[in-house]
C-alpha cells in the first residue's frame, strides 16, 4: 500500500523522535517502502544572514545530513531504501513540497498536544495534514 514514506524530523527534538522513528520503521518494514528522513532548517534573519561565511547553507546542509544518516542508522526501515534529505526555509512548505518531488503515499510525522496558540495559528502537523496530497500518519508526544 504505501511505497515512499516521508518522516520529517526534528533533530533539535531527537527524544521525541525514537516513537516517531519506531512507528514509520513499522510501516515501512511491513510494506517494504523506500523511507525518507527530511529535516527543515528554518534560515537565518536576513539581519543575521549578511554575517554569515558564504558556505554557511552549504556547511549546514552537510551536518544536518550526516546527523539524519545517524538517526536512520540506528533504526531497522525494512528491505526498502533510506533516504537521508535536508532543505531551507519554513517547515510545512518544505515538507509538502518535497513529499510532492518523491511521490509520497505517506507522511509520518510528529505533533505536540496543541495550546491555544495553535489554534490561533496552527502548527505545522496540522497545516501538512490539511494540504498533503497523501495519507499523514500523526504520532503524539
Known sequence: MFRTILVPVDLEHLEHSKELLRVAAQFASQEGADVHLLN????????????????YEKKASADTKAKLERVAGAVEFGAGKVVCAVRHGNSYPEILDYSEEIKADLIVMASHRPGVA?????????????HAACSVFVVRH
Open 40 to 55: 527543515v532548517i528554518y534560515g537565518p534573519p536576513a539581519v543575521v544572514s549578511q554575517y554569515l561565511p558564504a558556505d
Open 118 to 130: 495553535d489554534y490561533l495559528l496552527g502548527s505545522t502537523a496540522a497545516r501538512v495534514v490539511r
